[in-house]
C-alpha cells in the first residue's frame, strides 16, 4: 500500500528523498510489509482519539504531543492566519470520544467487492489492458501528462510508446480484425470511435465502486462503524479548467471567441453528462443502493469561464432527466449542487410539469460524507459520489478529495 505524490498532482512522481521534502503536498508513505492475511483475519483496526495521542506520544514523546495540543500554529505558509495554538490538552477534544472499529477480515472482504463500470467505447477487456498500460508506477505521470492526446495520435507518433504500440497493433497487425474483437470491439468503426478520444475524454465514461465507511461523520468527529458500508463512487466530469485537456474540452463544444456554444454542441455536451451519470446510478443499482447521495460533479475546479451558469443547468438537467427516464430502486436521492444551488432550483422549477421522477428528490446543503454515514448507521444502503478526475478512474489513483464533503472542490 502507498500514498504517492507528484508535480501539479499528489499521486505519483518518481522522486528522491530530498526532491520529496521539498515538494508540498502529500508525503509519499509506503507500508512496506503487507498484511499477513490469514494470521491477522481476527485482528481488528481501532481509530480513535486515544489511540493517536497514544501513538504521537510514543512516536514524539510526552512533551511534543503537549505542544501540539496547545502551541501548534500550524502550517508555515498560513503565516499570520495561524497567531494561536489550539489551545487543547487531548486529542479528544478534536476528534470526540468515539471510537471507529474495523476487523482486517472485513476489509478483505470489501476490497474483494470493488467494480468498475464503463460506458459503450470502452469494452472490459480493452479497459483492464488500457489501464495496465498507463498505472505502472514508471508511467504514470508520464501517460498523465499526455491525458489530452487522442489514443491514435499515439500510434501515429514516429517513436510510439508502449500505448501507441499496443494501439497500432489493433490498427495494422494482419490478424487486426481478430484482435479487436478479442478486445471487446463489435466493428472497425466502434474501435475507432474509442481511439480517436483521449484519457481525458474516455475517463467520463468509467465508475469506479467501492463498498466502505468513513471513521468521521459530522464536524469530522470520529463516529462508530454503521450498520451498513457506504458505496464510494469515483466518477469525473469534463475537465474544462486544466491545460491541455481542457483546451481540447472547450474547443469541441464552445466558441472561444464568441464564448458561447457551438450549434448542437450544447445538447451533445448533456448527453455525455447524462452517460456519465446513467453508470454512476448502474453502479448504485447493483449493489442495491437505495439512498444514494452526491455532492456536484464537475462545477468546481472544472467549471469553464464560459457560460458558466448554462453548464450548471446542463449538469442538473442531465441527473434529473436520467432520474426521469430510468428506475434505480432508489427511494430518495440527496444531491448537495454547493455553488450551483440556484441552478438546480431553477432547472427544477423551470420543468416542474415535465420531469416525473422515478424517486423523490432532496436537495440540501449538508456535508455530503456525514449525511450518508448517518443514513448507514441507520441501516439504510447509501452511497457517496466523489467528484474525481482521468488520473483516478483511468490511472488506477482512486479519487483523493473524499475529505470535501460540501462540493467545495
Partial sequence: TEVRTAQGHYEYEEQTEAERKKLPGLP????????????????TV??????????????????ELRHLLRDWKNFKKYGEKATRGLGVKHVSDIFGEEKFEISFKELENLEKEIRIFTGPDLPERFYLYLVGIVSKDSKVQFYFERRAVPLIWLAQSTNPCTLGRFIKKLLD????EHQRKDFGFLSYEHFLGTVQQSLTELSTQVCVACPGYFFVGNHNQIVKK?????????????????????????????????????????????ARIKRTYHGIFTACQHFGVTHPTAIAMGLGMFLPEIEKEDVMAVYHEAIFEVLCENDYGFNTFFLNPARATPAAKKVLEDNKDKYHFRCKMLLHS????????ELASRGFRTSFLNPSDCIAVMQ???GYWWACGMGER
Avoid: M, Q, W
Avoid at 449538508?366 to 454515514?373: R, V
Fill in 28 to 43: 509519499a508513505v509506503r507500508l512496506r510489509g503487507r498484511l499477513d492475511r490469514e494470521a491477522d483475519k481476527s485482528k
Fill in 46 to 63: 481501532e481509530i480513535s482519539a486515544a489511540k493517536v495521542e497514544e501513538h504521537v506520544r510514543n512516536l514524539y514523546g510526552a512533551a
Fill in 173 to 176: 497487425a494482419k490478424d487486426a
Fill in 226 to 270: 454503521p450498520e451498513n458500508p457506504v458505496l464510494f463512487i469515483s466518477a469525473t466530469g469534463i475537465d474544462f479548467n486544466a491545460g491541455a485537456s481542457a483546451r481540447a474540452e472547450l474547443s469541441k463544444y464552445f466558441y472561444a471567441d464568441l464564448k458561447k456554444f457551438k450549434p448542437g454542441a450544447r445538447d451533445s455536451f448533456k
Fill in 366 to 373: 449538508k456535508d455530503g460524507k456525514a449525511l450518508a454515514s
Fill in 396 to 398: 488506477g489513483c482512486i
